[in-house]
């Protein structure tokens, strides 16, 4: 763990898209995955359940459906066809690949409903990336695997009633990566006061 304030851990995080090949300790993991528990959950019913993929061969053939399903969401069908900015991470060169899942919680019925399912997995997925970022690890929040989810599932033995929420690759940052220097809107654009429009402040 690196000394560093959970304010710059927020503010140096960013999506890492270049891994080095340099294995991850498994006491860094566990103190990862033990820093996503501390979340907040609804009913505090702590979901979350996670699924920590070392293996080449599984890495290769979930990197192989997650192609496909960029090649479904952004239209092309091969990664050499992919447009620079849209390129994902090839999973299998990347030490290991934390599929963030949430098991099935009664939620409040009718509209907004996976809202509450979503406030009740990804706060742990940001903690699981701001320990990563605590320890020098680079992380990526990713979820264009919602395409063959069912494949995923079955080839790694998940149950029915648990969704993978998101599938988050962890790793040393490589050739090229740094942390910091992420472009935000100015807060006058994205925060009001009292009401829609009104300047904050």
Same mark, same amino acid.
């Given at each position: 763990m690196t000394d560093i304030s959970l304010l710059d851990a927020l503010r140096t995080q960013r999506s890492t898209r270049r891994f080095s090949p340099q294995p991850v300790p498994d006491e860094a993991i566990s103190s990862i995955l033990k820093a996503?528990?501390? &979340?907040? /959950?609804?009913?505090?019913?702590?979901?979350? !359940?996670?699924v920590v993929v070392r293996d080449p061969a599984l890495k290769r053939r979930i990197g192989e459906w997650y192609d496909q399903g960029a090649g479904? &969401?952004?239209?092309?069908?091969?990664?050499?066809?992919? $447009?620079?900015?849209? !390129?994902? $991470?090839?999973?299998?060169?990347? $030490?290991?690949?934390?599929l963030v899942c949430i098991e099935a919680v009664?939620?409040?019925p009718g509209p907004g409903s996976e809202f509450f399912r979503g406030a009740s997995i990804y706060p742990a997925m940001?903690?699981? #990336?701001? &320990?990563?970022?605590? #320890?020098?690890?680079?992380? !990526? $929040?990713?979820?264009?695997? *919602?395409?063959?989810?069912?494949?995923?599932?079955?080839h790694l033995g998940i149950p029915d009633r648990v969704d993978i929420a998101a599938i988050v690759p962890l790793g040393y940052p490589g050739e090229g990566e740094h942390?910091?220097?992420? *472009? *935000?809107?100015?807060? /006058?654009?994205?925060?009001?006061?009292d009401r829609w429009g009104q300047p904050l402040g």
């Open positions: 996503a528990t501390w &979340a907040p /959950s609804a009913g505090n019913r702590q979901p979350w !359940r996670f479904t &969401a952004y239209g092309y069908r091969q990664r050499g066809n992919a $447009p620079q900015e849209n !390129r994902e $991470p090839t999973f299998s060169d990347v $030490p290991v690949l934390i009664s939620t409040n940001q903690n699981l #990336m701001l &320990a990563a970022r605590a #320890m020098g690890l680079g992380t !990526r $929040p990713t979820t264009l695997h *919602r395409h063959h989810e069912a494949d995923i599932k079955a942390f910091g220097g992420k *472009r *935000r809107k100015p807060l /006058s654009e994205v925060a009001f006061n």
